[in-house]
């Protein structure tokens, strides 16, 4: 299974962004997508994910309003649309990917299997 996460780049504030992240070797259409981020010396966080048919969407607080997540199971695809980006929001951007249903919480990394390998995001003042 790869996790192949690209989009990332150098915005100002106020810019927007689109992440993208596409899964090869297995589908993954019932099960949780997600993105989460990992700024310098801090512990990786949760961002957004969404359920198996997207039609659930969750998000962390400081985003809220501002990013939107939706996936393409034909495309075995999740996306995050990233708009009035902050400073703060400058880190590196994971991909993750659930392989099995479990009652873990969608916002904690230990529930996810699979990840990609980062997409850089970095917003400027």
């Known amino acids: 299974v790869q996790l192949q996460a690209f989009g990332g780049g150098l915005v100002q504030t106020g810019g927007s962004l689109r992440l993208s992240c596409e899964a090869s070797g297995r589908t993954f259409s019932t099960y949780p997508m997600g993105w989460f981020r990992q700024a310098p010396g801090t512990e990786r966080e949760f961002v957004a994910a969404?359920?198996?048919?997207?039609?659930?969407?969750i998000y962390t607080d400081s985003v809220k309003g501002r990013f939107t997540i939706s996936r393409d199971n034909a495309k075995n695809a999740v996306y995050l649309q990233m708009n009035s980006l902050k400073p703060e929001d400058t880190a590196v951007y994971y991909c993750a990917v659930r392989g099995r249903n479990t009652g873990v919480s969608l916002r904690s990394k230990i529930g996810y299997d699979y990840w990609g390998q980062g997409t850089q995001v970095t917003v400027s003042s």
């Open positions: 969404a359920t198996g048919s997207g039609s659930r969407t």
